[in-house]
């Protein structure tokens, strides 16, 4: 396993790119310690698997370093950075049996034959492939194959770090919790680095200690699943991961607090003191806005009120601005006027999709 060190690194597929406009990648500093389970989450098209393939020497960057254990490996071709990739479809050889494939890297390493039958035999046990060890690998299930695919970077003992990229996508649904609890298993007994590049936030949370969220090229937050839960550093984070998403809402700025449809909202930030450019918006989740019965709070039109099972979702409007608050499943609401009240801890002012941190703003994280 390595420490790879990313330095100022960005790419564009364009030969003469104008602005940053043009990088799939923009410009970003990252660390990926020895070990760590480490996610890259965010939608298509945002720069996840070019940053991957980055890492694996896939792509050569635009611009900038990395570095693997200090030594720069930029320039180093894939077979020379000791990386196993495993990609969104399986790549393995139909015409073999599952040991075959198995083995096979360590065959083209010239790894001695019974080094070779103790890897395949430790890997397949702790992937359930010791059964199938014997078969044809084209009459097996997706998700056996993408399990060959997975083995083939384990049976490896010299690899830096494993990357996946979409590796469930072909797996059927009840199958890939239980494939996903494997991985994080192998990490854990395997202390080896991983990166797990998708856009499904249940993955990224369920598998990773740490969650890179990508967004149009950049990285806009790096955080454990709480810090992106509780403390969007850009409404994109809160909008993306949560179910339902972050309510963002429009706002202005006078005297310390924000003016939401005509209403003051008070934010814990030194606003009143600091300049603010650009587009100003309020976040908050809907798990922090409640229904008052006291007579406190903002007045609300109920629009709709959707029954989850172990929770209520209810859609309501403040003036004419859409919000969605979850409500106990045990909550009554009679009528279609309420009154909701924002929790002040987990209400955050945002200028420009970004969190306010100026110096005073006490809602941001530490």
Not at 318 to 344: H, N, T, W, Y
């Amino acid at each position: 396993m390595a420490r790879i060190t990313l330095e100022n690194i960005a790419h564009s597929y364009r030969p003469k790119p104008n602005g940053l406009d043009d990088y799939a990648l923009k410009p970003l500093n990252h660390l990926w310690e020895h070990g760590g389970a480490y996610a890259l989450l965010g939608p298509s098209g945002c720069g996840k698997t070019t940053l991957l393939n980055v890492i694996s020497g896939l792509v050569t960057p635009s611009q900038g370093r990395v570095l693997f254990d200090g030594n720069d490996v930029t320039l180093l071709p894939t077979e020379k950075r000791n990386i196993a990739q495993v990609f969104q479809f399986p790549v393995i050889y139909d015409t073999m049996t599952v040991y075959e494939n198995l083995a096979f890297p360590l065959k083209n390493r010239g790894v001695a034959r019974h080094e070779i039958d103790r890897r395949v035999r430790e890997v397949a046990r702790m992937l359930d492939l010791e059964a199938s060890l014997a078969r044809k690998a084209h009459g097996l299930t997706a998700d056996a194959k993408q399990k060959i695919s997975v083995g083939r970077g384990l049976v490896r003992v010299d690899v830096n770090a494993i990357l996946f990229d979409e590796p469930l996508t072909v797996i059927d649904p009840h199958l890939k919790w239980q494939l996903r609890s494997q991985l994080k298993q192998l990490h854990h007994d395997l202390d080896i680095t991983m990166v797990y590049v998708t856009h499904d936030q249940t993955e990224a949370l369920t598998f990773a200690d740490k969650v890179i969220v990508m967004f149009q090229g950049e990285v806009v937050q790096v955080g454990v699943p709480q810090e992106l839960f509780e403390h969007p550093r850009h409404t994109f984070v809160g909008y993306f991961i949560g179910s339902p998403g972050m309510n963002v809402v429009p706002c202005t700025v006078e005297d310390g607090h924000a003016i939401v449809a005509g209403h003051r909202v008070a934010v814990k930030a030194a606003a009143a003191r600091t300049p603010l450019q650009g587009k100003l918006e309020i976040g908050i989740r809907p798990e922090f806005i409640a229904l008052s019965g006291n007579g406190a709070g903002l007045p609300v039109r109920i629009r709709r009120v959707s029954d989850l099972g172990r929770y209520k979702i209810a859609d309501v409007e403040l003036r004419d601005v859409p919000l969605k608050v979850m409500v106990s499943e045990r909550a009554v609401i009679d009528g279609d006027q309420a009154r909701i009240v924002f929790d002040p801890l987990h209400l955050h002012l945002y200028a420009d999709g970004h969190i306010v941190e100026e110096p005073g703003f006490e809602g941001a994280p530490s």
